[in-house]
């Protein structure tokens, strides 16, 4: 009993060290995946800065493209280990596999090694032949030869099963042994990426000295921004409640009395699309990296200054083509002294602006698919690179429009 028992613990150890291993490799393959796309982040993010230092002068731009790659990769250090953390659980469970199948080796060989014992010492034909003779009838002798007769073939399966329990020890090791080594690599991998890390910050901290020295002209654009930032909502709530009211007075017309937004049964699916599209709406451009989030968010070189930000800030390539994140109606194209166009596009009850840009494709009242080109994007003087920003804005039944995070409505690349 006590064989056995301990027997189908093995099994029972055998199957929840697979079922682990099998959850170690899709855990491992979702963090190669992350890890893959951070080094694509981090690749593009160089690319930016090349074409940022090419100006020879230190900017905002360079610190946010910074900023941005060593958070990138401290994410990717972390990714890391915790793909370095998962591959020594995953020796832990092969080490404990490996021992638990060569002790089973060993039990198997102690009994097979007893049989061949016993074997030997009843090996004599004449002795098989006068147990069988001495049996008091026929039956009796027919269970006896089948005796000899099963006995023979457990003896084969014995040692096959020696043979097989051999070679899944060899297969569980030469596993073990590339565990063993491809964490290595990652222990290697990691020291560079920190290595790296400490040069970028060392990097960031020049240009940051760099930008102290400048702080009277960071104050003054800043203030500027804030100000045209505020003419730039005002238009956007003006332009949004006027489609509120618009759309209010079309369903009165139809004796329809709604607080809501009005939408005829077109505009609600659309709006419902755009709502189970959240997380998987396209990126604004073609490519870049998001430099400034919703929010409030801390001035980079400024100390306690705190800028707010409606939308969400992706560095590309210069003149990069901005693009619909959605299909929806232009409403209108506001033009912003100094700092370019603004396209506003309805999609329902939700509003997305896209700028700024030097010049644009379309005119308010086009229809617009997916993915549609809307315009080129503006650099800022001496910029080798160009900033798409993105908002996303929602209808209330207030009449005024509330701001959404975009990162949490664009896709997840």
Known sequence: MNKYFIKRVFLLFFLVGGILLNGFAQSKSSLQNKKKKLQQEIQYTNKLLEETEKTKKTSLSQLQQLNKKISSRQILIQTIEQEIKLLNDSIAIQVATVDSLESNLTDLKAEYAEMVRKAYRNRSDYNKLMFLFSANNFNQAYKRLKYFQQYARFQQEQAERIKQEQVEIDKQIKLLEAIRKSNEGLLKAELNERNVLASEKSKKEKVVISLKGKEKELKSQLDKKRRDQKKVNAAIERIIAEEIRK???????????????????????????????????????????????????????????????????????????????????????????????????????????????????????????????????????????????????????????????????????
């Open 247 to 413: 759309a209010r007075e079309a369903a009165a017309k139809k004796g329809k009395s709604e607080k809501g937004f009005p939408m005829t049964p077109e505009a609600r699916e659309l709006s419902n699309s755009f709502t189970a599209n959240k997380g998987k709406l396209p990126w604004p451009v073609s490519e870049g990296v998001i430099v400034s989030n919703f929010g409030n968010n801390r001035h980079p070189t400024l100390p306690n200054v705190i800028v707010e930000n409606n939308g969400i800030d992706i560095s590309t390539k210069k003149g990069n083509i901005g693009r619909s994140s959605f299909s929806g109606t232009i409403i209108n194209i506001v033009t912003i002294p100094g700092q370019g166009k603004m396209v506003l596009v309805n999609h329902g009850e939700y509003f997305t602006t896209y700028s700024p840009f030097k010049e644009v494709f379309v005119s308010s009242g086009d229809k617009l698919t997916t993915k549609q080109d809307l315009g080129v994007l503006m650099n800022e003087s001496g910029e080798n690179t160009s900033t798409m920003h993105f908002e996303i804005w929602k209808a209330q039944g207030s009449g005024k429009a509330i701001k959404l995070n975009p990162a949490s409505w664009i896709y997840k690349n």
